[in-house]
């Protein structure tokens, strides 16, 4: 089992960057595919991207495609996302996520949630 907690967010202005991480408990940490998803009010969470066990394959929603990008160290139990370039319609709470068989693009591939971090880009 892991426990993730998410860190990072925050208010930004449009064009500008944040790294979010997302630190996890248990030694597993690094048997996990992991990945970050988001949800904004009133919208369903959708997948951001995902980063494989190794750090070695990753996978991007293609509305964040070449601004973000996800990465791991498995020596410090943690996964960062890193974003540039932000869009107002990037606001959301953006969570972490782990244990997934694959590159997961969906809830349901994923067991392990954290409480998620607010993002919120200014226009």
């Known amino acids: 089992q892991v426990h993730v907690v998410e860190s990072g967010g925050g208010f930004v202005q449009a064009g500008g960057s944040l790294r979010l991480s997302c630190a996890a408990s248990?030694?597993?940490?690094?048997?996990?595919?992991m990945g970050w998803f988001r949800q904004a009010p009133g919208q369903e969470r959708e997948f951001v991207a995902a980063?494989?066990?190794?750090?070695?394959?990753?996978s991007y929603a293609d509305s964040v495609k070449g601004r973000f990008t996800i990465s791991r160290d498995n020596a410090k139990n943690t996964m960062y996302l890193q974003m540039n370039s932000l869009k107002p319609e990037d606001t959301a709470v953006y969570y972490c996520?782990?244990?997934?068989?694959?590159?997961?693009?969906?809830?349901?591939?994923?067991?392990?949630w954290g409480q998620g971090t607010q993002v919120t880009v200014s226009s």
């Open positions: 996520a782990a244990d997934s068989r694959r590159l997961g693009v969906h809830i349901q591939d994923y067991t392990y």
């Open positions: 248990g030694r597993s940490f690094r048997r996990y595919n």
């Open positions: 980063v494989s066990w190794s750090g070695g394959s990753t």
